[in-house]
Structures are given as structure tokens and as C-alpha cells.
């Protein structure tokens, strides 16, 4: 075979394993060292694509499929700078343990380091970001195609693993680059033929169970047997599952569970909002918990964390299906690798004596209180408002995407409690950056093939605006909640907001640009209802409509804090209530 037949098959064998191991959606940036890829994924029918313009943006859409499947899809890019705009999304996706495969396209070795165009170190580049980072042989003969199979279901393997993460391989390729029909009966390709027959991957995998072991549960178990005043606390968990069985077990022990909007079951039934609760100092002051279970990652509030600070309990425990550390204060006294639902269900049994809370009718009048500060229907809508109002509508027919900064806040502490099955919900929590948010939920409701709302600032809609290109599409009908209140919203809340005369200037960083025009460039649907009754209207019928359109929600940032401030005033008494406090 000729070198165009060698390469041909090559990707071939590549795009074929990649997509028996399950990661057959590929997210692919349009160039020319990369054109043997790219056609051979176009060429397999069974493949699904995209195309983007921007690398930067299809990272963010492929963690977003990740995110919505728990599978991950195959990033393809040509050599150079190319490669380096995966790096922020290989960076979250590290740090929330998201699947992902990074295939780069590079120069051969004889063009490497000797001022060749578009070139650049490519091998290792993500450093300790990756699971994996592997660079295979330029395509060759002298290479048995078992190896290459082998290889690609070694790169699945370790991105699913425990954490799973991003695998970034490096693939050289000599010109030229244009396919040629390769020669199956050739002797080198002769071992795939029972390959080729079997439709199945070369190599299966499975993927250890994390089982706790019979002493954590018997330890698990003494500590609560000698707690008084527990607290389980449930942080950011991909997996329904554990989420469920974590709600599970606090109704029958009968005790307080903080749900982070992270953990996919803040927005369900009859589950009370604690973070309210921890804003109080008072409430913080009295209610000490002696035992912390913490399920899953971190927490988007720091006032949970800020009250442990202050009155540690003598056991924080941390359940979760990841081997690294999780504890900025260093107050953990037992860590258990297993996965929260293997956990909790283990616990169920236990009986708890304790002192324990009731504050229902806490938050049933918290509750009223916002409604009747925020929600009067012809007031205007606002940054508090516009969350309360979407999680009371949308249904389990769709989906929730929540941008970092204040819109995460807003949505954790101010969403109104829904009666029906939880919400799907997915942020970029790793390391809440504002980069890539539109692309992210773009692709995070393409992986769950249904619509989804995007709750976003203004900020983090401008520095991903080009994604609005990517909403046209059918896979992705998004709306767009932009929260403007023309600059970045949370430095208000911030001790830097007391201090300097500059935080305009310095920090929020005001933007004049038109949401309108944005949305319009990109051929999207808008509109920017006033009043809360406006905005009730227009969303309900946008979750009808199934497909995607920009709200815009114009806000103004001193008055929004003021607001917050206002609510706050207005709760503590609530939650500073001895009643509230005191044991059943």
C-alpha cells in the first residue's frame, strides 16, 4: 500500500474502535494536518460530528456532552496554537473528574523544532491535567494495527477511570493527507478481518465498583450511633443515584441534608434549602453540628464551610468516588472512596440519637417572604426572581445549566421549591471559571438530546459569544437567561467593594454591548420581558416553542445588591428564631 492508503486505513481503524468503545461523538475544528481524521470520521456512518470554528468552544461543548452522557467525545484539531484553546476545558474537566479525549493532529518528527509552520510541542502539553498523554507513531507498516487498537481502547479506559478525566493523544501524520482506499487483503491489515466482522472493540474493559468496605460502614456507623447533632451534607454529584439515595438516607435518619444546587437534588420535592438557614450567624451560632457526612464534591456557598470553621465538629467524614483530597481546611477525619449511593444505602438502617431540628415552618415562611419581596408579578424582574420563576416551571422534560459567579448563587439559594422530579442541573464547578458557560451547555444538552435553559451574566456571555453560532441547530435548542447588569455583579458582595473607589473600573469591568444585536447576528430569537409576569409568559412559552432564544433580564448592580441585603434582613430573624434551633 501506498503512504495515502497506510494513513487512510490508519484513521480508519482509529474512528471504527473509538466509536465500539462508545465514544463516537466527535467534536471536530476544521484543518489541514488534521484531514485524515476528520475525513474518516465523515466517512464512517455510524460516526456523529460537529463542526466549530473555534477549538476553545468545541472543549467546552465536548465537556458538556460529557457531563449530560458520563461518556467522552473525541476532540479533533489540527497541529500549532489549535491544540493549546482545548486547554481551559481540559482544565475543568480534570478537576470535575469529566471524561474526555483530546486526538491533535501534528507535524512528523523531521519537522519538529526546525521552523516548520505551524508547529509547536504538542506531546505532554496539558502536563498533569491529563489521565493519559500518549503520541502514537507516525502511520507505518512497521506498527501492527493490534497495537493501535489496543492503544485507543487504553485511551477510553483510562478517561472512564477512577477519576475519570481527560487523554490527550498526540497523532503525527506525513503529507500527503488525502484519503486513499486502502487494501483491507493487504497482509498488514489481515488481522483486523475478524475484527472488521465482529463489530465489537478489539479489548473490553471494566471498570472497578467502589464498594465501601465492611470497616468504613462499621466505623460510619459508630460515629453517627454517638452523634447528637448531625449534618449531611450533599455536594456536587454526576450521578442521579447517589444523589437519590443521599436524600434517602437523611429522611430516615431524620436529619437536616444541605443540598447543593450541584448535587441534582436541590430542585426536588420537599427538600428545604439550608443554605438559607447558614447565611444566619445566629442560626450558625446554635446549631453546631457534631458530625459532618459529606457526600460528593464542593459546595458553590461558603457559609457552610465558614460555620464548620468556627465550631468544628469532632468527625467530618467525605464520601465520594474520587481518590483525591477534598478539604481546604484540613479538617477531615475520615475519607471513603466508594460511591454515595453504595454508602448511604449501607446506613439506612441506622438509628440516630439525636437532637434534632425542625424548621419547616422556617422555610415555608422564608419562602413567602421572597416571594413577596421578588415574585409580585408586575414588578420587575430581577436577578432573584428569574431563578425562582424558571425552576417552578421548567419540568423534568428538560434540562438546567448554571453559569459561575453570581447566577450559581442566585440559582443555590433562591430557587423555588418544585413539587415535580428534580431537575437535571449541571454547572462548571471544577474551578468555576466564567470561560466557555455557552458552549458548555450547548453541548450538554446535545449529550441528553433534550432542551435545556442556560442561566448566565453578562461577562460570561461575552466571553463565549461566538458560541450563540452553535444554537441554530436542532441538537441545541438553548435558552439563553442573559443577567445584565452591565459588568461583573459579584465584586459588589465582595470585602474589595469597601475599600476602593475603582470597582467599576478595576474589577467589574462594565461592558456596553447589545445582547439584542448578539442575538440577532446569530439569528436567534430575543426578548427582554420587564416584569416578573412577562417573564413568565415569554419562558413558558419558550419551553413550549423547543428551540433556542436569548432573554435578556437587564439588572442594575447596586440595586441588586441592595436587594440581597434587603432579603437577608428580612430572613434572619427566621433563622436566628430559637424555635428554629431548638430540639423536636
Known sequence: ????????????????????????????????????????????????????????????????????????????????TAVANYFPAVVEASADAQPMLVLSADRPFELLECGANQTIRQQDMFGSYTRWSFELPEPGMATPLASLLSTIDQAVKRSLGSPAGPVHLNLPFREPLEPEAPDYSH?????????????????????????????????LREILAGAERPLLVAGNMSNAADGEAVAALADSLGVPLLADLTSGIRLSANRSPWQLAFQNEAFTDSFRPDVVLHFGGPLIGKQPALAIRKHPPMHYVIVREHPGRLGPDHNVTLTIEASPASVASALEACRVPLTGLECRDAFSAASGIIDEMVCKPGEAVNEISAPRIVSSLAGDGHALFVANSMPARDMDLYAAPVAQKPLQVALNRGVSGIDGIISTAAGFSAGLRKPATLFIGDISFLHDLNALSLLGHPWNPLIVIVLNNNGGG????????????????????????????????????YACPPTNRDFTSVYAEALKANRSLVIEVKSDRQQNFLLHRAIKAQLDPIFGNAGCIGAR
Open 187 to 219: 497482509p498488514w491489515a489481515a488481522p483486523l478481518e475478524a475484527w472488521r466482522a465482529s463489530g465489537e472493540p478489539w479489548s473490553r474493559f471494566a471498570l472497578p465498583l467502589h464498594e465501601p468496605g465492611a470497616e468504613s460502614i462499621v466505623a
Open 490 to 525: 459579584i465584586f459588589s458582595f465582595l470585602p474589595i467593594a469597601s475599600v476602593t473607589d475603582r470597582l467599576d473600573e478595576c474589577f467589574a469591568a462594565p461592558q456596553n454591548f447589545s445582547v439584542e444585536l448578539a442575538a440577532r447576528t446569530f439569528g436567534l430569537d
Open 1 to 80: 500500500m501506498n503512504s495515502k492508503q497506510i494513513t487512510t486505513l490508519w484513521c480508519a481503524v482509529i474512528v471504527e474502535e473509538l466509536i465500539r468503545q462508545g465514544a463516537g461523538f466527535f467534536c471536530i475544528s476544521p484543518g489541514s494536518r488534521s484531514t485524515p481524521l476528520t475525513l474518516a470520521v465523515a466517512s464512517n456512518p455510524k460516526a456523529r460530528f460537529r463542526m466549530f470554528p473555534d477549538e476553545r468552544s468545541a472543549g467546552f461543548y465536548a465537556l458538556g456532552y460529557a457531563r449530560a452522557t458520563g461518556m467522552p467525545a473525541a476532540l479533533v484539531c489540527t497541529s500549532g
